[in-house]
Structures are given as structure tokens and as C-alpha cells.
């Protein structure tokens, strides 16, 4: 008689939990919020936004920084859902006697978008990424395709927008995205572009927002680029915040800056005053501090937007960005702002050692290492150890952050000694 292999049962379990068929929802009652702020993804989420705003400081988006080639293919599927507006125009308004019977034609333009770019993501997603990471197209794919909207309600919110995060973080997680060459292209040129394509298919198709609270919000539809955007200027400003709204500084710098370029489309898409759309960040640039700015706005992100459940039950948990509770041990803190960015540090060096001795054999970074991607980390001692263990790779699940954040309440001491200027 034939004698049948025996069943392991861990490896039929671990099989499974290998082959689910995606991403899934983890978010389904107020009681999971506690174990979202505990779980991985959580801080691999927070872990990226803090490196980002810490390695973006003083570098504009026109400035030369490494753009890989798996950013640039990233990136160009969003020329191709821009085709597909083309091809999904809104349809013309037509007058009827019963305005209201029936949905904003725009709307219907929308949906066929949408079921387009449904149809064709995966396979966007896996030309862009290499052959060997094919294993994960299908819950990067979950992550962005989760990115532009709800085609049911036409909608977009912050929910959203914390999607498309989802996708960049599960980049670096998958090693599709390296830590040392691409994170501020994954913030100045891949966001910034993901950002560029959402707000013409708000405007193109009529999308509302799901989460404007009135005045009272920083805008309609985003949050991340004002965080990135105060980032971006805590070192060697080259105007204070009281700046920001004055159409000279919006001219002038719109190509340079996230926020400034956040204040110029609401400029030209918003009716009415920023003190009446958008309170809050016109009373934000009424302070001193780019810093404390930030640190307000981070923790507002935290408290308020990742502690909402409206704006979390939409989000899907994968392997990469995974709902199990972190037991790296390390505390979530604060991006280390006001100091030069340690993209910059190479190169200022580099400059200052040949001003010093032009015979010196002490190697340095050239121009041509740092646009094609240096493969040491570009880093100084004192911080090296804490980018080493960023979290946003596999295998690596704890900050390098340490701190505490505070918010900015209206009555605190914004002196501006702590400003770079």
C-alpha cells in the first residue's frame, strides 16, 4: 500500500499566509485604531514621513538630486492614466428643466476613468517595478489603485492620499526603492507628480472632498505636501512664513517649493480669501518658526487625520505594510529639522576640503556620484546610525527617530531664534 507524504501544518499555514489573495481590511470598528497606532505599518508610515522631511530641508524640487530609473518608471504611469482622461472626457453639460435628476455628467466621465484605470493598473505597476519583485504587484497595485478616489461617491480625501503613502512606503519595504538614492525623489518627484495628476482629476471630473472640515482645514484634498512643503524650508528659507501667501513669493517660487505650489493651485482653484477657505494655514503664516510649523503639523496628522476612522476604513494591509503589532521596541519621534540636509552635507564638504587644500588626498563625493546615486550612505557619523535603521526596508522595522513631538497651540513662545535663515 502506497504510503502517503505527511502534512506539515506550519508550512500549509505559512503557504497561506504567503498565497492570500491581497491586501486586506484590517480598519472595521473604532476598537482597531489602538492596534493601527501598535501595528508595523503605522511606523514604517510615520518612520518615512520623518526621513523624508528631514533629507528634503533646504533642496528645492528644480534642484539636481538622484532620480533612479525605477522612479522614472514609477512615474511615468501617471502619463499613462493621463491618457486615459483624454480618452474619458467629461461629458457636456446639458440643460434640463429637473437640474438635479440626474448626476453631474462630469461624474459619469469620472467612472469610466476609474473602471479604466482598474482595468490596466496591475499591469502598470508591473512593468514599472523589476522582474524579480514581481511577487508584490498585486498588493502594490491594492495600494494605488486606492490612490485617486472613490468612484462610487466621486470623492477624494486624505484617506486617499494615505493610500498612495501606503504605495511609496511598500516601495522602499519591497527594495524597489533604495533609502540612500531615492528618498527625496520619492517625495520631490514621484509624490509630486501622484499630486500633480490628482488635482487635474479634481478639476477635469468634479471631484468633491470627503473630508474638508470648512475654514478650518489646511485645504480641501491633501495634507502631506503642507508637512513635506514646511519641511522643505526649515533650512536656508529664502523667505519667512509670513511669506507664503503673498502672490510675489507664489510667483517666484511655485517651481521650487511643495507648499508654495499648494498655495498657488488653491490660489487659482479656491473662491474666496485663504483666511476663509483655509484659516489654518493662514494663521500659520503668521508665525516665525518653519520648525515648529512642521512639528504642529505632524502631530496634527497623527492625532487628528491617522486616529480617524473615516479616513482609515478604505486602507488595505498587505505584507509590506503590515496590521501586526511592532515589536521593534524603538520610539516613533521627530525629523530632525533646522540643520543642513544630509543630502546637501556630501557636496558642501566636498567644496569646503578643496577650498582648504586643493592637493589634499582625502576622496570626496563628486557632482557625477551624487546624480547617479552613491552607493555609501551620504550621511555624516552622528547620524548614520539612526538613517541605518529607518524602517523602511525588509528585515529593518524600527525608527531611527527619537523625540518628542508638541503641537503649536496659539499661545505659545514663537520666538524666531530657532529659525534658519
Not at 551620504?378 to 525608527?399: I, K, T
Request: charge should be neutral; aromatic fraction near 10%.
Amino acid at each position: 500500500m502506497e504510503q502517503k507524504d505527511e502534512v506539515n501544518p506550519k508550512r500549509v499555514a505559512a503557504f497561506y499566509r504567503r498565497s492570500t489573495i491581497g491586501p486586506v481590511c484590517r480598519l472595521q470598528s473604532t476598537s482597531d485604531i489602538e492596534p493601527w497606532q501598535l501595528s508595523k505599518a503605522y511606523f514604517t508610515l510615520i518612520t518615512y514621513l520623518n526621513d523624508v522631511s528631514t533629507e528634503i530641508q533646504g533642496i528645492r524640487n528644480t534642484d539636481s538630486f538622484p532620480i533612479s530609473q525605477n522612479i522614472r518608471r514609477l512615474a511615468a504611469i501617471f502619463d499613462k492614466l493621463d491618457v486615459m482622461i483624454q480618452v474619458n472626457p467629461p461629458a457636456p453639460v446639458i440643460q434640463t428643466a429637473t437640474p438635479s435628476a440626474s448626476l453631474d455628467p462630469a461624474n459619469k466621465g469620472y467612472r469610466r476613468w476609474a473602471h479604466s484605470m482598474l482595468r490596466d493598473i496591475y499591469q502598470m505597476v508591473e512593468k514599472a517595478v523589476p522582474a524579480s519583485k514581481c511577487r508584490h504587484v498585486n498588493e502594490l497595485g491594492v495600494y494605488l489603485s486606492g490612490a485617486f478616489g472613490s468612484s462610487t461617491k466621486i470623492e477624494y480625501g486624505i484617506g486617499h492620499e494615505l493610500s498612495f503613502l501606503f504605495f511609496l512606503c511598500a516601495l522602499f519595504k519591497a527594495e524597489i526603492l533604495n533609502r540612500e538614492e531615492d528618498l527625496v525623489a520619492s517625495a520631490l518627484v514621484l509624490f509630486d507628480r501622484y499630486l500633480k495628476f490628482v488635482r487635474r482629476l479634481q478639476v477635469t471630473y468634479s471631484v468633491v472632498s470627503s473630508n474638508w472640515h470648512g475654514g478650518y482645514s489646511l485645504d480641501k484634498f491633501q495634507f502631506v505636501p503642507f508637512i513635506w512643503g514646511f519641511a522643505q524650508l526649515c533650512y536656508e528659507a529664502p523667505f519667512s512664513p509670513q511669506k507664503i501667501l503673498d502672490e510675489d513669493t507664489v510667483a517666484k517660487y511655485k517651481k521650487d517649493y511643495l507648499l508654495i505650489d499648494c498655495v498657488a493651485h488653491m490660489a487659482n482653484t479656491y473662491i474666496g480669501t485663504f483666511a476663509r477657505h483655509s484659516s489654518q494655514l493662514w494663521s500659520l503664516a503668521a508665525l516665525s518658526s518653519w520648525t515648529k510649523i512642521h512639528r504642529s503639523l505632524m502631530l496634527m496628522y497623527m492625532e487628528d487625520i491617522l486616529l480617524d476612522f473615516d479616513n482609515l476604513n478604505a486602507l488595505r494591509f498587505g505584507e509590506l505594510m503590515s496590521f501586526e503589532k511592532d515589536k521593534s521596541g524603538r520610539q516613533l519621534g521627530n525629523a530632525r529639522l533646522g540643520v543642513m540636509s544630509p543630502l546637501r552635507r556630501p557636496r558642501v564638504e566636498d567644496t569646503d576640503d578643496q577650498d582648504q587644500d586643493l592637493h589634499s588626498s582625502t576622496p570626496s563625493i563628486s557632482k557625477s556620484d551624487l546624480i547617479e546615486g552613491s552607493k555609501k550612505p551620504m550621511v555624516d557619523e552622528a547620524f548614520s546610525d539612526g538613517m541605518s535603521n529607518s524602517g523602511l526596508s525588509v528585515g529593518s522595522d524600527c525608527s531611527s527617530l527619537s523625540g518628542v513631538g508638541v503641537y503649536l497651540p496659539s499661545w505659545i513662545d514663537d520666538s524666531p531664534s530657532s529659525v534658519k535663515r
